[in-house]
């Protein structure tokens, strides 16, 4: 009876996953129809000089509000032609489209009183760096529909050394501000453009829906501290593909608030495809989930990578008090060269935003699959430290690391509170993860019953 029905619930987990995979593939099948505004302008006709020098926000503002007149008529389009166009913050409005010409450059202002400050996100509850309140983005979208930033391979150039060099000398008054970043809205499109030089993050789209990040590339000196190229946070329906991001820290990472104001907020990032893409993460990860993670993640597909000169390739990150999960991720078809760590998955991230987090939420990562990788130049292979009483899960199979020969000695993984089962691994992967599949079965249906989707019966 015990065997019928774990093939039973072996069969209906073998049916969510294929279901789960048409469900995530689907977001990057769904292109949207980018039928030309009936109305456009260019900046120009607003006053604004392309010289790099003259500062242009208020042509940007007074054009921006102009063109929200056309938005039940089609929407509009704001041409930037080439030039050098220095602004500090401004924001857009709903059925719009930002069109950069080849050659043109729009540059954030170093002065930081051009950017403006802004409340913290209700799930982060401070900002990133430190407490208290944030920077505006150089472009900003609150609560909009049918937003479209794109161009000829135009620039979006943040000319972050002055953040940078703040963050370093701890003389930041708030919290870095990003190139874009885009609230509370859906269908987004940001594509055909070359993000450099981000103050922090360059893409960041929170607490949106049906967002299309494709053909963009994005470059920060990897001496830069803690820029990231494109961050999904609690958002979904989201497709990132054909990019090249090559960052300080992270390339692509996954986020859904900061312990309790996460839990609260009760906003996950789910169904997001990642595809078709390069990248460099000099001192963070290639692809990371969290460290916030508080509101889950989930039903992430991301597959056709290449990742070269990294610190690490995937990592999952968490800690105690974080609550929230991360589950259903499927990652498949990656190409790794020059990585010190190929997997890494850490609960002890110890950074919280106040001291009133619950250190009895326990965040779950589980159903986590990781496929078909090769890797060329590796130091380490992985290293996977969950957390008591709630061991992470894993199931590898396919997996082909080529090791550093020079660090020989290093252990190859290293692995504490982690449960799952691997296949054609090499090297071979530690004790806990050569679990039988009737073990990792065992996990599963454990898993589904923690969930109501099995009986103890």
């Known amino acids: 009876m015990k065997i019928l029905v774990a093939l039973l619930l072996l069969s209906a987990l073998s049916n969510s996953i294929e279901v789960f995979g048409d469900?995530?593939?689907?977001?990057?099948r769904y292109k949207p129809k980018?039928?030309?505004?009936?109305?456009s302008v260019s900046i120009?006709?607003?006053?604004?000089v392309g010289d790099g020098k003259t500062l242009n926000t208020g042509a940007f503002q007074n054009a921006i509000f102009y063109l929200n007149s056309f938005a039940d008529k089609g929407g509009a389009q704001l041409y930037v032609p080439p030039g050098k166009w220095l602004t500090g913050s401004f924001n857009l409005t709903s059925h719009l489209t930002l069109f950069l010409e080849a050659d043109a450059i729009i540059l954030g202002s170093q002065d930081p009183s051009h950017w403006g400050v802004t409340d913290p996100l209700p799930s982060y509850g401070r900002g990133m760096d430190i407490t208290g309140s944030r920077y505006r983005s150089l472009i900003n979208g609150y609560s909009l529909q049918d937003v479209v930033i794109t161009g000829n391979n135009g620039t979006i150039d943040g000319q972050g050394s002055f953040w940078w060099d703040s963050f370093r000398s701890h003389t930041l008054n708030h919290s870095r501000p990003h190139l874009v970043e885009i609230v509370k809205s859906f269908d987004v499109v940001v594509s055909n453009l070359t993000f450099l030089n981000a103050p922090a993050y360059n893409i960041h789209p929170v607490y949106c829906s049906h967002v299309l990040v494709?053909?963009?590339?994005?470059?920060a000196p990897s001496s830069s501290p803690y820029t990231i190229g494109v961050v999904p946070d609690s958002s979904d329906h989201m497709c990132i593909e054909n990019c090249n991001i090559s960052m300080g820290y992270d390339a692509i990472t996954l986020k859904s608030g900061w312990d309790e104001h996460g839990i609260t907020y009760n906003r996950p990032t789910t169904y997001v495809h990642i595809k078709q893409v390069n990248l460099e993460a000099s001192t963070g990860s290639a692809v990371a989930f969290g460290s916030e993670m508080s509101g889950g993640i989930s039903y992430v597909l991301v597959e056709n990578l290449h990742i070269k000169n990294s610190f690490t390739g995937i990592d999952f990150r968490t800690a105690v008090g974080r609550g929230g999960y991360i589950e259903n991720i499927q990652v498949s078809d990656v190409e790794m060269e020059n990585v010190y760590t190929a997997f890494i998955a850490n609960g002890q991230y110890k950074s919280h935003p106040d001291e009133e987090y619950d250190p009895s939420a326990l965040p779950a990562l589980d159903q986590i699959s990781i496929e078909d990788v090769t890797g060329?130049?590796?130091?380490?292979?992985?290293?996977?430290?969950?957390?008591?009483?709630?061991p992470f899960e894993f199931t590898l199979s396919n997996i082909t690391l080529s090791m550093n020969s020079a660090t020989s000695p290093i252990s190859a993984w290293v692995c504490s509170n982690v449960v799952g089962s691997s296949k054609t691994i090499s090297p071979e992967p530690c004790p806990e993860l050569e679990s039988s599949s009737i073990n990792s079965l065992s996990s599963f249906i454990a898993t589904l019953s923690s969930k109501g989707l099995a009986s103890h019966s």
Not at 23 to 28: A, F, K, V
Not at 44 to 48: D, P, S
Request: proline share 5%.
């Open 34 to 39: 980018l039928d030309p505004r009936p109305h």
């Open 376 to 390: 060329e130049n590796i130091t380490m292979a992985g290293s996977f430290t969950g957390i008591e009483n709630s």
């Open 44 to 48: 120009v006709e607003f006053g604004a």
């Open 23 to 28: 469900d995530s593939e689907e977001q990057c």
């Open 214 to 219: 494709q053909n963009i590339s994005a470059y």
